[in-house]
């Protein structure tokens, strides 16, 4: 079963405005994190928000919000004010537990998002 | 502090061949998890190391296999190769100390197999 979903394949965004990167998740773990990344065509992966399942807000950096609504099962990602620079695949993540401390990331097929000057 | 580091950079191989990256985590991490990424998907866990031993294994053959070395640093090793291996290999390294457990990604191997 699909554990991290983005419905998104590709978005597109005018340059300054604002963008919303769709995210579902399924897990029974109470104890779970939800990560962004971003991967520019170089193909690092670039850690940009992460909310852990018992954080009562939303997490905030920068220009990258979650918008995080546990109900739903839904993280999902808001770039404010748009740049060149943000073209690139977003991937949707979530920490799960293997055993002990160890952890493994599960992600999403990606968004693919072009910012139009 | 130098990130996460990996090499090579890229490498062709034959089916049928095998091959060894590296990986070399932040200082101070003593946690590698490998990742393949496949063109178009999103990565896919294959190992997690911890103090030497692993500790979570993906849904992988066994063709794949890694180890990690008292310094902390990974080989992942990939044997018979097949065409259907080629992909992005990514390390992340972090520590279990951090709350967010965030992990922290190298630049990547691509690997094409031919």
């Known amino acids: 079963a699909q554990k991290i979903t983005q419905t998104q394949p590709g978005m597109f965004v005018q340059e300054k405005e604002a963008v919303t990167l769709d995210c579902t998740y399924d897990?029974?773990?109470?104890?779970?994190?939800l990560f962004w990344y971003k991967q520019p065509s170089s193909g690092e992966m670039i850690f940009l928000i992460y909310?852990?399942?018992?954080?009562?807000q939303n997490a905030t950096e920068g220009r990258y919000s979650l918008n995080f609504q546990k109900a739903r099962k839904s993280a999902n990602l808001v770039i404010s004010a748009s740049q060149l620079g943000d073209s690139a695949m977003y991937f949707c993540?979530?920490?799960?537990?293997?055993?002990?401390?160890?952890?493994?990331?599960?992600f999403g097929s990606g968004t693919q998002l072009t910012v139009l000057p | 502090d130098a990130g996460v580091t990996q090499s090579p950079t890229h490498l062709i191989k034959t089916r049928g061949q095998q091959v060894t990256l590296r990986c070399s985590p932040i200082s101070g991490h003593k946690s590698v998890s490998w990742y393949q990424q496949v063109l178009g998907q999103g990565p896919q866990f294959i190992f997690q190391?911890?103090?030497?031993?692993?500790?979570g294994r993906g849904n992988f053959p066994d063709r794949f296999s890694a180890r990690q070395f008292p310094n902390y640093s990974s080989e992942l090793n990939v044997n018979a190769l097949l065409l259907g291996d080629s992909a992005l290999y990514l390390c992340a390294s972090s520590s279990p100390g951090q709350g967010s457990y965030e992990q922290y990604f190298g630049p990547g191997t691509r690997l094409t197999v031919t």
């Open positions: 897990t029974s773990d109470p104890s779970y994190g």
């Open positions: 909310q852990g399942s018992y954080d009562q």
């Open positions: 190391y911890y103090e030497k031993e692993e500790r």
């Open positions: 993540a979530m920490r799960e537990k293997i055993s002990g401390s160890a952890r493994q990331l599960t």
